[in-house]
């Protein structure tokens, strides 16, 4: 695969202006600090191809389902995170011509994404249509350490002229969302205030009534020399701008330090919003563009510190998994309760923004190992905290008496997802919420959480489960009708192997908690327990007769079975160039499905049935979901395979880098990031958590030297290295930590080291 740009072990950059590319580079180089992101688009005007975009976190709008035929259940809207206020603007002038790198000959441009500090910086010079030559450089962030805050840093530089330019500094919230079903403008006035070198716009969701205020303030310096400047200001409707000219001579530097605030009555009060905007950028403005960035720099420090991989000897692997990590924090910080994990985060619109499943199947294992407990409580609390909806989402499809499915794609509990067979058929989603609160029990010992919070939760999943399925007198079995598993090339099917095992384990998880609980309120009445025993039981599992492998579902049997790799090249990805019909038809798997599975209760399975299944569905796999190859990855790595691991951990560490799915100008696969850290510390270093203890099992790849990262278990950090011939433990943490590798099993305590050998790799 050709990579889009060039490789670096903490870099993103690229060293020459190619316009097809811009708007993957605006997904790839987008910055965002967990509250707010925006996409990699230009300060100053530009008329070629984009997708401008600015995304405030937990801010979104209802937008009415668009669908062919309506079906009972169906959610009323699908909810959209909003494209708002266009903050970055800065339109230069020059011979009352516009600024615009699609119209002026480009020369020497460079971008840069630094991972390490968190900053988008470009640099270019330009011949304008009358040989006039400039020179741009710009840097900017969103602040870590202040969520609330952003700036730039925008110098110009004439190069064979002095001559007057003239400077528009605005905010502009006249926007629209790209994937607007019914192309409405989602943003209504709120007010607009204007003033020298700062202003204010505030605007509201229709329907929802949330309101984002984005304030600024700037300054003009000359060199190292703050100049007194006297700006024309301007409104009007969601617009506020400063204006001026100014002689720019010749060889020197003349720079615009901007400062923005963006704050929601998310956060807010209706009062407080917009005061706390522009209190907040009159701060920064006050303490000044270098402070702000170190702040910013400083906080990146503290999160690389625990949540780096060190990988030697490969740098494009390096990049990719620290772009990977970087994305991720950019996305979730863990600082704000009312947030979650959107699938595009804040690199695009695609998704609606909104939460999915992969929340608690990939990026929960991410946070409780890199992050503090407290993330992934956060995590798990938004699900309780929305508890009753997932129950009214139930009722809308039939169930009763409490029984809680959550819904595939929600921004505040109800389901928004427009499409009948995930709405009603991709159900496996309720099993992964149950098992990200057992995943996260094992990890953490919170009992209180799971006794308080976890449990009526897995109580209310275990009682869905337990009404859809249905007793089959043909098979004498409890059987799943009418599903979509994981694999959303099949669609409609009986049996998915996958949800029938999650959904069978979650009615013996619920058992399990209710017999510990048992003295507690709201226990399992004794039908419901007669019920989900006599369930969990009598499952019906298709199989393939004499063989350890697990069919994915009824009738699997009757495909056409063919490898994936006899798919023609200019027909991947096949969901861009095939019909619905045949790829329905087809064996093609686009996710794990079955191994899915196989990842999640992998001691419930021997290294033999492991093996024969991963042999039998890896070759049909198409990878087409971002959230595929790293399951595959941890497999292939836990059977031994590394060649193959290795080649699924490039595939989803640079999946969007390198563009393998042709989609990434779109947005970001963020959730699927997590999967790719996965791929490393669960799949390369093999590292499980069982019976309070924390196993380790690794491989080299024969690409690396080395590769070394911290993870947190039962609170403790632990720093862990692996060599071409041993393995290195060391806890930095307070209290001691049980870790086993191979036969050996010790207590580590704190601040100390342990050494094992290891032979063969």
Request: proline content about 3%; overall charge negative; aromatic content about 14%.
């Amino acid at each position: 695969m050709h990579n889009l740009f060039e490789i670096d072990e903490w870099k993103v950059f690229e060293t020459k202006f190619d316009p097809s590319k811009q708007e993957q580079a605006e997904s790839i180089f987008s910055i965002g600090n967990g509250s707010f992101g925006q996409r990699a688009n230009f300060e100053e005007d530009y008329s070629g191809k984009s997708l401008q975009g600015s995304y405030v976190g937990g801010v979104y709008y209802p937008d009415k389902t668009r669908v062919g035929w309506w079906k009972n259940g169906y959610p009323e809207y699908f909810a959209k995170v909003l494209n708002s206020c266009n903050w970055i603007g800065i339109r230069i002038e020059i011979d009352e011509a516009k600024l615009d790198l699609a119209k002026v000959e480009v020369r020497n441009f460079y971008r840069e994404l630094d991972m390490k500090t968190g900053t988008l910086t470009r640099k270019f010079r330009c011949i304008l249509a009358d040989g006039k030559e400039i020179e741009v450089q710009s840097l900017r962030f969103c602040s870590m350490h202040n969520e609330e805050i952003a700036a730039i840093k925008y110098t110009i530089t004439p190069i064979n002229f002095s001559g007057n330019i003239k400077f528009t500094i605005y905010l502009d919230g006249n926007v629209i969302n790209a994937d607007a079903n019914y192309d409405e403008i989602f943003w209504l006035e709120d007010t607009q205030r204007v003033g020298v070198k700062k202003g204010v716009v505030s605007s509201r969701t229709k329907k929802t009534n949330f309101l984002v205020a984005t304030a600024m303030r700037f300054s003009f310096w000359k060199n190292d020399e703050l100049l007194d400047i006297h700006p024309n200001c301007a409104q009007k409707s969601l617009y506020i701008d400063n204006h001026f000219e100014h002689y720019l001579e010749k060889g020197n530097s003349y720079t615009i330090k901007k400062y923005v605030s963006i704050t929601s009555t998310l956060n807010h009060s209706e009062f407080d919003t917009v005061a706390m905007a522009i209190n907040n950028v009159t701060a920064a403005y006050t303490g000044g563009f270098d402070i702000l960035l170190s702040e910013h720099q400083n906080s990146w420090a503290e999160i690389w510190k625990h949540a780096d991989i060190q990988i030697e000897g490969d740098v494009s692997a390096q990049q990719a998994i620290r772009f990977n990590i970087f994305q991720l924090f950019q996305t979730y910080t863990g600082k704000n309760p009312k947030l979650n994990i959107g699938p595009k985060g804040f690199t695009g619109e695609k998704y609606g923004g909104a939460t999915y499943w992969d929340t608690e199947a990939y990026c929960i294992p991410f946070y409780l190992k890199t992050a503090p407990q407290e993330v992934s409580r956060q995590l798990l609390m938004y699900r309780f905290n929305q508890l009753e909806r997932a129950i009214e989402n139930a009722e809308k499809l039939g169930f009763k008496n409490g029984a809680a499915l959550y819904p595939m794609v929600t921004m505040n509990g109800e389901e928004c997802h427009n499409e009948w067979e995930i709405t009603f058929e991709e159900i496996h989603r309720n099993g992964a919420i149950a098992f990200a609160i057992y995943n996260y029990l094992r990890h953490t010992d919170d009992w209180e959480y799971v006794q308080f919070y976890g449990r009526p939760v897995v109580f209310g999943i275990a009682r869905f489960w337990a009404q859809r399925f249905n007793w089959s007198e043909d098979r004498e079995k409890y059987v799943m009708l009418g599903v979509t598993g994981p694999n959303e090339y099949e669609n409609n099917v009986n049996n998915n192997w996958y949800t029938n095992y999650i959904a069978k384990w979650c009615l013996e998880f619920a058992l399990e908690l209710n017999d510990k609980y048992s003295n507690n309120a709201h226990p399992l009445s004794a039908e419901e327990v007669g019920q989900f025993k006599s369930i969990s039981s009598n499952v019906h599992f298709p199989e393939i007769a004499g063989t350890p492998i697990f069919l994915q579902q009824d009738g699997f049997l009757d495909k056409h079975l063919q490898s994936a790799s006899e798919i023609p090249n200019n027909e991947r990805p096949i969901n861009q160039h095939w019909s619905w019909d045949r790829i329905l038809r087809s064996p093609f798997i686009k996710q794990a499905d079955v191994l899915q599975g196989i990842y999640l209760f992998e001691d419930h399975f021997s290294l033999e049935q492991i093996e024969a299944n991963f042999d039998y569905y890896e070759p049909m796999t198409v990878h087409e979901s971002s959230l595929s190859p790293c399951i595959h990855s941890i497999l292939a790595s836990k059977i031994k395979k590394e060649e193959k691991a290795y080649e699924l951990y490039l595939r989803t560490s640079r999946l969007d880098l390198d563009d393998y799915n042709k989609e990434v100008g779109e947005g970001l696969h963020i959730t699927s990031m997590a999967g790719t850290w996965m791929s490393i510390v669960e799949g390369m270093a093999g590292i499980r958590v069982k019976n309070d203890c924390l196993y380790l099992d690794p491989i080299l790849p024969q690409h690396w030297q080395s590769y070394s990262f911290c993870v947190y278990f039962k609170k403790q950090p632990l720093k862990i290295s692996i060599f071409q011939n041993k393995l290195a433990i060391e806890n930095v943490g307070t209290a001691n930590v049980r870790i086993s590798y191979i036969n050996e099993q010790i207590d580590l305590i704190p601040k100390s080291e342990k050494v094992f050998s290891i032979k063969g790799l």
